[in-house]
């Protein structure tokens, strides 16, 4: 019985340490929100320490994300 429980104790600690954090992101521009979208792990990472590049408008943005 001992070694099901540590098995399963194992087992769960290694799902907990490998899940990845995702949050919501957008940014501001002029009056409105343009979403990013769900962004994981390093390139949630990423995007927060050194913001959102936008091709079309050529323009760096400060995003804001939100876990959920």
Same mark, same amino acid.
């Given at each position: 019985?001992?070694?099901?429980a %540590?098995? %399963?104790?194992? %087992?769960?600690?290694?799902?907990?340490?490998?899940?990845?954090?995702?949050?919501?992101?957008?940014?501001?521009?002029?009056?409105?929100?343009?979403?990013?979208?769900?962004?994981c792990?390093?390139d949630?990472?990423?995007?927060?320490?050194?913001?959102?590049? /936008?091709?079309?408008? /050529?323009?760096?943005?400060?995003?804001?994300?939100?876990?959920?």
């Open positions: 019985m001992k070694k099901i %540590f098995i %399963f104790g194992v %087992f769960g600690a290694i799902v907990l340490t490998s899940c990845d954090k995702c949050q919501n992101c957008h940014y501001d521009s002029g009056n409105q929100q343009v979403e990013i979208g769900e962004l792990g390093d949630l990472e990423d995007a927060e320490n050194l913001g959102y590049y /936008d091709n079309e408008t /050529d323009s760096l943005y400060e995003i804001h994300c939100e876990e959920h």
